[in-house]
């Protein structure tokens, strides 16, 4: 299995843009997880979906940020616009639903705004 | 409600020598712990499970965690450091929908 993949892996962006991220969850998991880490605030849940529906998106800072799952094998996080704040390690993360399994987590997608 | 304390921000230890990261959790019931280690740059990576079998849990790299009820607690050991350990540690505790409570990581510097 190729894991959980995301893209891109880098992103610069200046202040005001549009920013979208992107994730393919791993193959027959049903809940997908989108995180935030930076040095401040550590590792943050920002939504999390269950077969491609929203369950909670307390996590998510404002507005500006939207989160989609159009099927099981996609998800994105959008900023709009972005702000230099923005700024972090977004990593998203697949499993199976139930509280004893493990989380899958990408690579990450390293967001700078300038 | 579910949380879970990293008690050292914090440790370094020679190559060779056990490693201890302390981790105390507080769950509403039964509850499933995970750590997961995280390489500079890199994603996190499972490193072990308790989801309510045997209490000591054996992990990849020699790693291994132990749950005591009583205590609380799910610290991790291993009995000899090397080099390739150097990482941040998250301790996890997950509720029933499988929602993530990461603790605040324990940085391990081993040296040489």
């Known amino acids: 299995d190729a894991g959980v993949i995301q893209s891109p892996r880098h992103e610069v962006t200046e202040m005001g843009q549009e920013v979208t991220l992107r994730c393919k969850p791993i193959?027959?998991?049903?809940?997908l997880f989108w995180y935030r880490q930076t040095m401040m605030r550590g590792l943050e849940l920002l939504i999390y979906f269950n077969n491609n529906v929203p369950i909670d998106d307390s996590g998510m800072p404002e507005d500006r940020f939207s989160a989609k799952m159009p099927n099981a094998s996609f998800s994105t996080l959008k900023i709009q616009p972005s702000e230099p704040r923005d700024s972090a390690v977004y990593f998203c993360?697949?499993?199976?639903?139930?509280?004893?399994?493990?989380?899958?987590f990408g690579p990450g997608t390293r967001l700078t705004v300038t | 409600a579910q949380s879970v304390t990293q008690l050292d921000s914090h440790v370094s230890v020679s190559e060779g020598t056990p490693v201890l990261l302390r981790c105390n959790y507080s769950s509403s019931y039964s509850p499933s712990l995970f750590w997961y280690v995280q390489h500079p740059n890199k994603g996190l990576q499972l490193l072990l499970k308790y989801t309510s079998a045997a209490t000591l849990v054996k992990g990849i790299n020699g790693f291994e965690a132990e749950f005591k009820k009583s205590e609380t607690s799910f610290h991790l050991t291993k009995p000899s450091a090397h080099m390739s350990d150097a990482a941040e540690y998250f301790c996890?505790?997950?509720?029933?929908?499988?929602?993530?409570?990461f603790g605040s990581g324990t940085k391990l510097n081993v040296k040489p």
């Open positions: 993360a697949s499993s199976l639903t139930g509280g004893s399994y493990e989380q899958y």
């Open positions: 193959s027959g998991h049903n809940s």
């Open positions: 996890v505790v997950s509720d029933h929908f499988n929602k993530f409570y």
